[in-house]
């Protein structure tokens, strides 16, 4: 069965969220992908409204995966050799989601990643971010991907 590809993803971050699917896929009932969150940026006045619309379109952040259990939704950024970046990504995910769709309970994060270092495993744990960490795709996708 060929993997899925999922929308904005490369196809390594695309691989890389395969691992996590293999191991917790089924414990959500869904996932949406590449949600649009935040203002964009304004257009110019001069331009007509379907290119104002493409422009703040564009310009919106985008949450890489959104899944969902019951009534918990989990906000994941896809982030090969996680950084402090991811960090800072998720938690601005997390408000924006918040303001823009208003659920019951915040959402909870977690970043899937083939590498963190031990200062990013600190700082994200003390914003109670989930890590769930794959090193074996990266020497498999070396593998198996590049000639």
């Known amino acids: ?3 899925p590809k999922y929308k904005h993803m490369s196809p390594y971050e695309s691989y890389l969220f395969d691992y996590f ?3 917790h896929g089924d414990t959500f009932e869904n996932f949406d992908f590449d949600v649009h969150v935040g203002e964009g940026r304004l257009p110019p006045d001069h331009l007509e409204q379907p290119y104002r619309d493409l422009s703040v379109l564009l ?3 985008r949450i890489d995966a959104v899944g969902y259990r019951g009534s ?3 906000i994941f950024e896809i982030k090969p050799n996680a950084a ?3 960090l800072g990504q ?6 924006l989601y918040n303001r823009q769709f208003r659920p ?5 994060l977690g970043v899937i990643t083939d590498f963190i270092g031990r200062d990013e495993v600190f700082y994200f744990n003390r914003h109670n971010i989930d890590i ?3 090193p074996a795709a990266s020497a498999n996708w070396r593998l198996f991907h590049v000639s």
Do not use: E, G, N, V
């Open 59 to 61: 310009t919106q952040k």
């Open 21 to 23: 699917i293999r191991q």
């Open 90 to 95: 998720l938690i601005a995910y997390q408000d």
């Open 1 to 3: 069965m060929p993997r």
């Open 132 to 134: 769930f960490t794959y």
């Open 84 to 86: 402090l970046s991811a």
């Open 72 to 74: 918990q939704i989990f």
């Open 104 to 108: 019951d309970i915040s959402p909870r």
